[in-house]
């Protein structure tokens, strides 16, 4: 079959790595797989060469409803959401054009496509990687719902979020994101000697993603050890010497980095550069194999990749207590979970970590068994084959 996937991000983020890895099992299956992806970066390009995966550039400007619990705001959602109606026909004509027959449309976001796929006489699917924002039945949540339900199928990477939306549609699958081996190398990397233990984080410098909370929780815990702290992710340069344009446009996001760089720069005047920068990067496997401990201290309910790819090198996690991360991350077992906003408590479970290194050795084990019994190639690729044949 020819099948087409859709994707809006160009940056070598979670979700494009997920967008890939689909691309990757529908081709091994003998389908002619092509990812139309909008503006691609250099590192993502160069990803998809090394990964043979066939790609698209010349996609129109995307129609999109930009709302989850990434996205901060309803009206700026909904405002870009009419706005961006207006490349319907040139959606359309692509679509015609297409000689694909499916169309995979790799985020919630752009649901608004859905109904011009089904015009084009194809069959939709659209895979959510995002969790619920808000009440489960308000206007624009609402709205994204009667989108979903004209897809012929929508996959959900948990049964927390199948749950959650609550589609009226019969056809609604669950597909774990995937851990692949082949592109997570653990390498045999010397770890800084002058360090107790080195966490890693891989959020950027992004509020919803909790760089300021786990800065300040670090700052406490380099009072009394001797710590590293990894920082992967988009550090939005843009916004260190912002225009006017983008201090109106952008002025939280502005204000927001400037309080992180301030805090990195004083905990690393007291505790020797504990806090180094890495930025983007498509070599994750270098930082999680120099790490002990991963940190994803989201500010709300949130997918939980990193926990998968923690486990894959047999590194526990700590994550806030929010209910969707049941049965992902077991207290005590795989990782550490602990008050939602609570920054003292963040660091304690920081400091539990540092004062009982045998916890990062037994947690980091049992987070690679659930890895890998979870969150294989081999799963994805059966749930993956009854879904094309439960559509066509």
């Excluded at 649901?111 to 011009?116: A, D, M, Q, R, T």
């Excluded at 980095?257 to 550069?273: A, F, P, T």
């Excluded at 194999?289 to 486990?311: I, L, M």
Aim: proline share 3%.
């Amino acid at each position: 079959m020819n099948i087409t996937i859709i994707h809006h991000f160009g940056l070598l983020g979670g979700g494009t790595l997920s967008c890939f890895d689909i691309a990757s099992i529908l081709s091994k299956q003998g389908n002619n797989v092509t990812v139309a992806i909008s503006n691609p970066s250099k590192k993502t390009k160069e990803y998809m060469v090394k990964k043979q995966i066939k790609y698209r550039t010349d996609i129109p400007s995307m129609i999109e409803l930009n709302y989850h619990n990434a996205s901060r705001s309803s009206i700026k959602a909904l405002v870009k959401f009419y706005s961006s109606k207006l490349n319907k026909w040139d959606w359309l004509s692509f679509f015609q054009k297409d000689d694909s027959d499916i169309i995979i449309l790799n985020s919630i976001i752009q649901s608004p496509l859905i109904n011009i796929v089904k015009k084009c006489g194809k069959k939709c699917i659209c895979f959510v990687r995002e969790t619920i924002c808000g009440e489960n039945n308000s206007y624009i949540n609402a709205k994204l719902k009667n989108m979903m339900n004209r897809a012929d199928a929508v996959v959900f990477l948990t049964e927390y979020d199948k749950k959650e939306w609550n589609l009226s549609l019969t056809k609604t699958y669950v597909i774990p994101d995937i851990v692949d081996p082949q592109k997570y190398l653990v390498k045999d990397i010397d770890k800084e000697d002058c360090y107790k233990i080195s966490f890693l984080y891989l959020g950027g410098l992004n509020y919803v993603k909790g760089a300021l909370d786990l800065l300040k929780a670090f700052k406490l815990l380099v009072e009394q050890y001797d710590c590293k702290l990894y920082v992967l992710g988009d550090t939005y340069e843009q916004f260190e010497t912002p225009s006017f344009k983008m201090r109106l446009l952008h002025k939280k996001e502005c204000e927001f980095r400037k309080c992180c760089i301030s805090l990195i720069h004083e905990i690393n005047k007291v505790s020797h550069d504990s806090v180094s920068i890495i930025g983007m990067t498509n070599d994750t496997s270098t930082w999680y194999s120099k790490s002990d401990v991963v940190v994803f201290p989201v500010k709300n309910v949130h997918q939980a990749r990193p926990v998968y790819e923690a486990g894959f090198f047999s590194i526990p996690i700590i994550v806030p207590d929010y209910s969707n991360f049941d049965g992902i991350v077991e207290n005590g077992k795989n990782g550490l979970r602990y008050k939602i906003d609570d920054i003292h408590d963040l660091y304690l479970c920081m400091k539990a970590f540092c004062d009982n290194p045998k916890l990062i050795t037994e947690c980091g084990y049992y987070n690679n068994r659930k890895t890998n019994k979870e969150h294989s190639f081999q799963v994805a690729e059966k749930c993956l084959c009854d879904l094309l044949r439960n559509i066509i």
